[in-house]
Nanobody, 126 residues
Framework: QVQLVESGGGLVQAGGSLRLSCAAS????????MGWYRQAPGKQRELVATMTSSGSINYADSVKGRFTISRENAKNTVYLVYLQMNSLKPEDTAVYYC?????????????????WGQGTQVTVSS
């Protein structure tokens, strides 16, 4: 099993900044990609930013130049990914979800996985 735990959401005024964090732990052999998605009320979940193990990054057009995704190497089998959000706008208001995909290793049994965190609320006031 793989667990993802997000933190760092909150309420901020337009133009402000927030930093989201996500920790992935469990029987992880490797992670191929980690990233962030968001879902606003009445809308579908959408990609915000992803980062592969090789460092390839993809941003939604709506956040380019304002958001930055980064990762830390695994420490004690915990994988970390961050989302620095600057120049926040009211339309960035949503629940932000961490996502990870890779391979688990449980007693030499390898399986692919894709997991989601529980989500963290980001609210930007105008």
């Amino acid at each position: 099993q793989v667990q993802l735990v997000e933190s760092g959401g909150g309420l901020v005024q337009a133009g402000g900044s927030l930093r989201l964090s996500c920790a992935a732990s469990g029987s992880i052999f490797s992670i191929d990609v980690m990233g962030w998605y968001r879902q606003a009320p009445g809308k579908q979940r959408e990609l915000v930013a992803t980062m592969t193990s090789s460092g390839s990054i993809n941003y939604a057009d709506s956040v380019k130049g304002r958001f930055t995704i980064s990762r830390e190497n695994a420490k004690n089998t915990v994988y970390l990914v961050y989302l620095q959000m600057n120049s926040l706008k009211p339309e960035d208001t949503a629940v932000y979800y961490c996502n990870a995909a890779g391979t688990t290793d449980y007693e030499d049994d390898y399986d692919d996985f894709r997991s989601w965190g529980q989500g963290t609320q980001v609210t930007v006031s105008s």
